[in-house]
């Protein structure tokens, strides 16, 4: 007589099990090629929600089918993790490689760019204001000399140059800058408050003066 083998159903898969699957998943290189406060965001919120769904599982021991679906949800979730990763390290790459000078050779004065910046903020195009604002810094420095007039340079050079002269001012020029390419390469939507930020900011270098040069010369 023929013998029958039933294969027995695949057991449950409990809250540490799927903990353990998502921590493996996690540990993969792929997810740690961004920065790591949005690798740490993205972790937090999946251990978050992990322990929402099972803190309403009815136990270890209840039918598999309840796990299963779990464990499907899970898997799901981690595929749209590593879609998100993909996209932001593409992004990151490409926000890179398509930096351009902040000013060309053009004949413009910075009064020129204030009043384009401010036609755009009155339109609402805070990304176009954001960036006629930064040329109205980088300008007004190329006018009084103290950085070196220059086209094609970037805002950050302009930032480590404009700081290295006017260092009182060094953490507020990185951080405009910060703005700017936020906006203008990192895909954020400018504001208002985004804006005045440069205007402040553009208002308090108009009035700074450079740090006097120290000679090494002696007498």
């Known amino acids: 007589m023929a013998t029958v083998i039933f294969n027995a159903p695949a057991p449950p898969v409990g809250r540490d099990a799927a903990r353990e699957l998502a921590r493996r998943e996690l540990d993969k290189p792929i997810y740690h090629r961004d920065e790591p406060s949005f690798l740490d965001r993205i972790i937090n919120k999946i251990n978050d929600w992990l322990s929402r769904l099972f803190d309403h599982t009815p136990g270890e021991h209840a039918g598999s089918g309840w796990g299963w679906t779990a464990l499907v949800v899970l898997v799901v979730v981690l595929i749209l993790v590593a879609a998100a990763v993909w996209w932001r390290v593409g992004n990151l790459r490409r926000s890179a490689a398509e930096r351009t000078g902040l000013l060309d050779d053009a004949h413009t004065t910075a009064e020129d760019h204030r009043t384009t910046a401010e036609r755009h903020a009155a339109a609402g195009e805070w990304p176009e204001a954001i960036r006629e604002r930064l040329r109205a810094i980088a300008r007004d420095l190329e006018e009084r000399v103290i950085v070196e007039p220059r086209p094609g340079r970037t805002a950050d050079e302009l930032a480590a140059e404009a700081g290295a002269a006017l260092p009182d001012h060094a953490e507020e020029l990185a951080a405009g800058v910060r703005t700017f390419d936020d906006v203008w390469y990192g895909g954020r939507q400018?504001?208002?408050?985004?804006?005045?930020?440069?205007?402040?900011?553009?208002?308090?270098?108009?009035?700074?003066?450079?740090?006097?040069?120290v000679s090494g010369s002696t007498t």
């Not at 900011?201 to 740090?211: E, G, I, K, N």
């Open 190 to 213: 400018g504001d208002a408050e985004g804006y005045q930020r440069l205007v402040d900011l553009d208002r308090r270098v108009r009035a700074a003066r450079p740090a006097p040069l």
